[in-house]
Nanobody
Framework: VQLQASGGGLVQPGGSLRLSCATS????????VGWFRQAPGKEREGVSC????????FYVDAVKGRFTISIDNAKNTVYLQMNSLKPEGTAVYYC???????????????WGQGTQVTVSS
């Protein structure tokens, strides 16, 4: 099983980025997938998760209305569209299969390298 996050970068406040989580070794209709982040000096936190059916989505309060999680089953990829980014969104973003409630940053597999998102002018 592998999940590889990509798509991070430097963006100005108010800007947008789309993160991609390329998956292999399992089918997206069998496991939920989530996005997590760790800001400098802070603990890792759950950002958004999507159920295996794609019908249930969770967003942490801080990103509701600005981030959208989605699945492309044909590409085995989960996306996180991030709009209206704020400086406090600066963090390393990881994707993984949550083993608990999305708000708890626990996943079934080892954490990957993640992708750096920096929101700064």
């Amino acid at each position: 099983v592998q999940l590889q996050a990509s798509g991070g970068g430097l963006v100005q406040p108010g800007g947008s980025l789309r993160l991609s989580c390329a998956t292999s070794g399992f089918t997206l209709d069998s496991f939920a997938v989530g996005w997590f982040r760790q800001a400098p000096g802070k603990e890792r936190e759950g950002v958004s998760c999507i159920s295996s059916s794609g019908s249930v989505k969770f967003y942490v309060d801080a990103v509701k209305g600005r981030f959208t999680i989605s699945i492309d089953n044909a590409k085995n990829t989960v996306y996180l569209q991030m709009n209206s980014l704020k400086p406090e969104g600066t963090a390393v973003y990881y994707c993984g299969r949550p083993s608990m409630d999305c708000r708890v940053p626990r996943i079934f597999d080892p954490w990957g390298q993640g992708t750096q998102v920096t929101v700064s002018s």
